[in-house]
């Protein structure tokens, strides 16, 4: 029974544990909302901002393989090089460090009470925002009550002499150490879970520094797992940067064990008589110098990538770039994405429509080719948007996320028509082609004003959706109005030719079929930045 009982507290602490991490993050991401989009949209080929980027995104969303699988899924799309990768995986490994010093706090006597606050918000809370304040309490008691049960299951194991003859063989054997590391992190799939489980074993008083080091170092190895396992499915340079995770770890752990006696010292005059201060200070200054001396050499680190593995890949564009399931674990990150596909979904449909109208002036029938194959991409993209928002709709979203979700999925609809439109006036194109429709100069001049307003109203739709710039909205919508009217004197005044003996039957109705079709798209367009003022 004894056995069962500790087997049972190390299952549900550990548990809890993992689950109030997890409830914390989300909360903290919800809450964080656009300010954490910026933060992501800010790597840059500067080192320094990628090393602080990470750290930052990863104390938010309390995972360094979440925020290095983030990293993988980029790499993948294409929209961060390995150089951004490589600051951000060292910034990673400097944020999960504060898991760790928050756990080292004896907090586990208030557990209940914040967990009592967090379930009372929660239950009386109408608006999202108030919810994830309640799920970061509540996360954050559940978290230390896992500790608690953790450290109350490890007491009897302590004294067990098995438990002792572990203890002298790692005390002895550092590799041992680190294998021991390595192994539980890649199976509980958290550095920062196993770190817990050690400062948990730390309250006992049976374990030293010279047991717990080279189990923390071991951690930082067993974390690359889950970004490796990310990366089976992605490409080559996404490969390459799970690589350089991994590298990473190992030469910083190489660098520093023969230095390990003096860590031991420095935190001992930091945290003189607590062993579990001393474990979260030794895993924070490991990751920060480990990250200041490898930091200069992430050209090296690039460099070794790809030899371990040579060759690039370029990135198929016949389908959905931005968009991995993996990404859906962070759904602020997710959203970042799916705007970028979305955007770049609107750029294929605006090309389509200045191909199918330089189809129709020039006549070239070439370019109507290369306007069915974009449209080709533009719907699968329609399609792979719209099966992604359905995925992310699913999960616990914030407000925020929830409202820029509905709007995508309005947008990328009407992204979709216009694409529709630019074909019409591209098959409208091959018939004045085969028909030898001639037009004159009065006639070329109303269209190309007219077309000219309506991509300019298609690229401000855009800009506004891409921005989120609202003043844009009635600029957009005054200019709409122009093209709708604009649209109704064409129709009168070219009947009116008609009538006249101007042009033929067969002309007009091509002519009335393109100005229709780019009112249409006008209206698309004004739908396009009304989405986000929604």
Same mark, same amino acid.
């Given at each position: ?240 940067? &799970?690589?350089? =995770?991994?590298? @990473? $770890?190992? !030469?910083? #752990?190489? +660098?520093?064990? %023969? /230095?390990?006696?003096? *860590? ?15 474990? &979260?200070?030794? =895993?924070?200054? @490991? $990751?920060? !110098?480990? #990250?200041? +001396?490898?930091? %200069? /050499?992430?050209?090296? *680190? ?233």
């Amino acid at each position: 029974m004894e056995i069962l009982g500790i087997i049972s507290g190390l299952i549900g602490g550990l548990g809890l544990f993992l689950y109030g991490m997890k409830l914390m993050g989300d909360g903290l991401e919800n809450a964080a909302g656009d300010k954490l989009k910026s933060v992501v949209e800010r790597v840059t080929s500067n080192r320094i901002i990628g090393v602080a980027v990470g750290a930052l995104v990863t104390a938010i969303i309390q995972s360094s393989s979440a925020t290095t699988v983030m990293v993988v899924s980029f790499v993948n799309a294409g929209i961060m090089n390995l150089i951004q990768a490589t600051g951000v995986i060292m910034g990673a490994n400097v944020g999960t460090t504060i898991t760790a010093q928050m756990v080292s706090f004896d907090l586990e006597g208030i557990a209940p009470f914040v967990i009592g606050i967090g379930v009372f918000i929660s239950l009386i809370a109408k608006s999202k925002k108030k919810r994830d304040i309640a799920n970061i309490l509540l996360g954050f008691g559940l978290l230390f009550l896992g500790m608690g049960l953790m450290s109350d299951a490890m007491k009897p194991i302590a004294e067990s002499e098995m438990f002792k003859e572990f203890v002298f063989l790692v005390g002895n054997n550092m590799f041992l150490g680190l294998l021991t590391g390595l192994v539980m992190t890649a199976i509980v799939q958290s550095s920062s879970a196993t770190t817990g489980i050690l400062i948990a074993l730390a309250t006992t008083g049976k374990i030293n520094l010279y047991v717990a080091i080279p189990i923390i170092l071991g951690c930082n190895i067993g974390t690359c797992v889950t970004a490796l396992l990310a990366a089976v499915n992605a490409n080559r340079t996404a490969k390459k940067a &799970a690589i350089i =995770h991994l590298l @990473f $770890n190992i !030469i910083g #752990t190489i +660098i520093f064990m %023969p /230095f390990i006696g003096w *860590l031991i010292e420095a935190v001992q005059v930091i945290s003189p008589n607590e062993v579990v201060r001393q474990i &979260a200070n030794a =895993h924070t200054i @490991f $990751n920060v !110098i480990v #990250t200041l +001396i490898l930091l %200069p /050499f992430a050209n090296v *680190l690039v460099f070794i990538a790809n030899k371990i593995l040579p060759g690039d890949i370029k990135v198929e564009k016949n389908g959905a770039l931005y968009l991995d399931d993996n990404l859906l674990e962070n759904p602020v990150i997710a959203t970042i994405q799916v705007q970028k596909e979305t955007i770049r979904m609107a750029n294929k449909a605006k090309e389509n429509f200045e191909l199918a109208m330089r189809c129709f002036s020039e006549g070239n029938e070439e370019l109507a080719e290369q306007v069915i194959k974009n449209e080709t991409l533009i719907n699968t993209l329609e399609r792979e948007i719209a099966d992604y928002l359905v995925k992310l709709s699913q999960l616990e979203l914030s407000d925020d996320i929830t409202n820029d979700v509905t709007s995508a999925f309005n947008v990328i609809n009407d992204i979709e028509r216009i694409g529709d439109h630019a074909k019409n006036i591209s098959d409208l194109a091959r018939e004045k082609i085969y028909e030898k429709v001639k037009y004159d100069s009065e006639d070329i001049h109303d269209l190309q004003v007219m077309y000219n307003n309506t991509l300019e109203s298609m690229e401000m739709a855009i800009n506004t959706y891409e921005e989120k710039d609202f003043k844009n909205v009635n600029s957009l919508s005054n200019l709409e109005d122009g093209i709708d009217a604009m649209e109704k004197e064409l129709r009168s005044s070219h009947i009116k030719r008609l009538n006249n003996g101007k042009t033929t039957a067969y002309a007009s109705v091509i002519f009335l079929d393109v100005i229709s079709n780019l009112e249409r798209i006008g209206d698309h367009a004004v739908n396009i930045a009304g989405a986000i003022s929604q």
